[in-house]
């Protein structure tokens, strides 16, 4: 089935329903956002195995991946739902007047507001939960946002898809078709009118540095500036304390060879970069991890641009100076297909090249030997911002290392201890997000109904009737939200 790309005429049209119907739609309910979002997650689920079948020969991702997918995406939108009904991310702070003061202080209520339309690309290696009906549509109608989608060109039927039971789930709550809008679009044109048209109030997106940067620059060369919340990649550090690494060298091998290889290696927190101190447990990790990769059969990856990019990056990673192969599969890899590999370099190597530090996506990791935890600490100063970081330490390691801790600490979203980065719980405590390049905003998450703050802005009122606030300020407090009234987080009223 082939899409071509919407028109900018087609663009403009639906930028201005959106706009039109963001009028409405902001006015709307916690309670009936809410309702939207799980309308749509009936009507998610309702799409059947017919769904699935579209996404398997689109992406190349086995049936039980995409129906985990799936319900993980129907989850997220339900979760969500809720979030938006309690409504603590609206962050309503309420300080009463106190009249005899000098000078007397004003009544002062703040909550959180919807941006206005948000723009939303599609990613490829999630073609529901970062996609379509994912994360960030969820979280900008939630903020009360309308949305416009930009379907991913690797799996634009399945998202046809998914956007027929979004617009189902508006029309039958009776809400502005602007609510949600889905445009297609192969060039880069399609892309930059979206981002820069008046309308667009922000931006959610999930891919490479490269298209991310891109967007980042056209959103800030706009008359009128806008937020671009932009997830870029991430090599994932793993740090190998020497008494963790001493007495579980080879359960850990066998962990990350699992975690490197999970998803054909297609997840923004694959574990691209592993660190060690040179000594025997490194070296018996080093060669436990290599036999268990190549046992590993290759697998498709979403498309022949992902493996071509892949080949490419590893290609060029694997002819560095100082840099040596440990295994890769010994499964010949089909068209496709991508072949696991597990590569070694010096810490002083990794030092002096920067091309080391790039992301390779898909399943390659590397191991850097440090010749003292000095170095390793050297290693951790010199690391770009990560979704996450890793420690596979002791109590022990942990109270003998506290430098690299902090250093550490510095540069990730999710810190995490003797576990593996891949595998992203959906909750409120959930950070998915890290300093640059990481992502555009270090201070948000895309995972977790926190992530709902973003497609929304602080509004103060000041000595403002009770009868003429918004419900979530009012006095009576008839939403039953929790606020902080001068400083005491409480559901009661005034």
């Known amino acids: 089935m082939s899409y071509s790309d919407t028109s900018v005429q087609e663009i403009n049209a639906c930028m201005q329903e959106a706009w039109n119907a963001f009028h409405v739609y902001r006015k ?63 962050e309503a702070r309420i300080d009463t007047a106190v009249p005899d003061k000098v000078p007397p202080k004003p009544d002062i209520r703040k909550m959180l507001v919807p941006l206005g339309p948000v723009v939303v690309y599609g990613a490829s290696n999630f073609p529901f939960a970062y996609s379509t009906a994912g994360g960030d ?59 820069q048209h008046p309308h667009t109030k922000a931006v959610g997106f999930t891919g490479s540095y490269g298209a991310g940067m891109q967007l980042f620059k056209w959103a800030n060369e706009r008359k009128e500036p806008i937020p671009v919340f932009a997830e870029m990649g991430s090599v994932n550090p793993v740090f190998l304390l020497p008494e963790k690494l001493a007495a579980s060298a080879t359960d850990i091998a066998n962990m990350y060879a699992g975690s490197i290889t999970l998803g054909v290696g297609q997840f923004c927190t694959n574990p691209g970069l592993i660190i060690g101190i040179e000594s025997e447990a490194l070296t018996t990790f080093t060669h436990d991890l290599g036999k268990a990769i190549q046992k590993i059969q290759p697998a498709p990856m979403l498309h022949a641009g992902i493996v071509s990019a892949y080949k490419e990056k590893k290609g060029n990673a694997l002819l560095q100076d100082d840099v040596h192969l440990v295994a890769e599969s010994e499964t010949a890899v089909k068209e496709n297909e991508a072949l696991p590999t597990v590569a070694t370099a010096s810490a002083q190597a990794f030092l002096n090249n ?12 590397l191991i850097i030997r440090c010749a003292s935890k000095e170095e390793m600490l050297a290693v951790a100063q010199h690391l770009e911002g990560q979704l996450t970081a890793t420690l596979m330490a002791t109590e022990n390691d942990m109270l003998q290392n506290d430098e690299l801790v902090e250093a550490v600490k510095n540069i990730c979203g999710r810190f995490i201890l003797n576990s593996v980065p ?3 719980e959906v909750c409120l405590s959930m950070q998915h997000g890290g300093p640059f390049p990481a992502t555009t905003d270090s201070r948000f998450t895309s995972v977790g109904a926190d ?9 103060a009122f000041q000595n403002w009737s009770n009868s003429l606030l918004p419900d979530e300020l009012k006095n009576e407090n008839p939403l039953g939200i929790i606020r902080a009234v001068n400083n005491i987080p409480t559901a009661s009223v005034l």
């Open 354 to 365: 920067p091309v080391l530090h790039q992301e390779v996506f898909g399943p390659y990791s």
């Open 137 to 195: 549509t969820a979280c900008a109608l939630a903020a009360g946002c309308p949305v416009i989608v930009k379907a991913h060109p690797a799996h634009e039927h399945t998202s046809e898809i998914v956007a027929d039971a979004i617009h189902k789930a508006v029309a039958y709550l009776n809400l502005p078709k602007g609510v949600f809008q889905h445009v297609y679009g192969k060039s880069i044109e399609v892309g930059k009118t979206l981002i």
């Open 28 to 90: 709307k309910s916690l309670k009936e956002r809410a309702a939207l979002m799980r309308a749509i997650a009936k009507e998610l689920e309702s799409c059947g195995d017919h769904l699935i079948a579209v996404a398997m020969r689109e992406t190349n991702l086995p049936e039980a991946r995409l129906r985990g997918e799936r319900g993980r995406t129907i989850f997220q939108l339900n979760s969500y739902a809720d979030a938006c009904e309690r409504g603590d991310w609206l």
């Open 451 to 459: 992530g709902i703050k973003r497609f929304a802005r602080p509004i």
């Open 422 to 424: 891949t595998g992203v």
